[in-house]
Antibody
Framework: QLHLQESGPGLVKPSETLSLNCSVS??????????WAWIRQSPGKGLEWIGS???????YYNPSLKSRVTILADTSKNLFSLKVRSVTAADTAIYYC???????WGRGTMVTVSS | NFMLTQPHSVSESPGKTVTISCTRS????????VQWCQQRPGSSPTTVIS?????PSGVPDRFSGSIDRSSNSASLTISELRPEDEADYYC??????????FGTGTRVSV
């Protein structure tokens, strides 16, 4: 059964880099029949797509975040990661990782940006 | 890029049926598959419809999805409403640049 688990610091200081991992069990992130994604949800708000990573190695990002975001795969550990640089309070959110089509979601991890 | 617009909220009594619309602002709703997810209060989202109208394993057949080319919209229908169906529902799809787009979300009250 496919399972995704986010991990990383729950508190990040403004201007620093937010780093999260998504550990995948029950499937290989090398699969060529799907993609892997990060989505976030600010308190009381809707879902916002951050970016996606495909088997080919191609990555696609939300234009509003593209300049600050990187998504990479670590096939040796069967996980994919998210980095958001130069964070501000507006980056405070629950961050979810997911497998695409059909989406299978992780449980999410809350990240607060505060000094 | 395009937007997916949903009604802010819908309310119906237990046992009844609700339908939530998801209207695409530009481009055809039929271009790429639409998915629907359910997010109960305090929980992570779970997918209830994929590929426009397919139910993932474990999703009851009270949930159904469809698309309507004439209105350029997708719809999620929940029949025989139960209290546990009370949640936020989001549609989502992607564009030709592989950018995922989420709908504005609908709060269903039972």
């Amino acid at each position: 059964q496919l399972h995704l688990q986010e991990s990383g610091p729950g508190l990040v200081k403004p201007s620093e880099t937010l780093s999260l991992n998504c550990s995948v069990s029950g499937a290989s992130i090398n699969s060529d029949v799907t993609y892997w994604a990060w989505i976030r949800q600010s308190p009381g708000k809707g879902l916002e797509w951050i970016g996606s990573l495909y088997y080919s190695g191609s990555s696609y990002y939300n234009p509003s975040l593209k300049s600050r975001v990187t998504i990479l795969a670590d096939t040796s550990k069967n996980l994919f990661s998210l980095k958001v640089r130069s964070v501000t309070a507006a980056d405070t959110a629950i961050y979810y990782c997911a497998r695409g089509e059909p989406f299978v979601w992780g449980r999410g991890t809350m990240v607060t940006v505060s000094s | 890029n395009f937007m997916l617009t949903q009604p802010h909220s819908v309310s119906e009594s237990p046992g009844k049926t609700v339908t939530i619309s998801c209207t695409r602002s530009s481009g055809s709703i039929a271009s790429y598959y639409v998915q629907w997810c359910q997010q109960r209060p305090g929980s992570s989202p779970t997918t209830v419809i994929s590929d426009d109208n397919q139910r993932p394993s474990g999703v009851p057949d009270r949930f159904s999805g469809s698309i309507d080319r004439s209105s350029n919209s997708a719809s999620l229908t929940i029949s025989e409403l139960r209290p546990e169906d009370e949640a936020d529902y989001y549609c989502h799809t992607y564009d030709s640049d592989s950018h995922e787009v989420f709908g504005t979300g609908t709060r269903v009250s039972v």
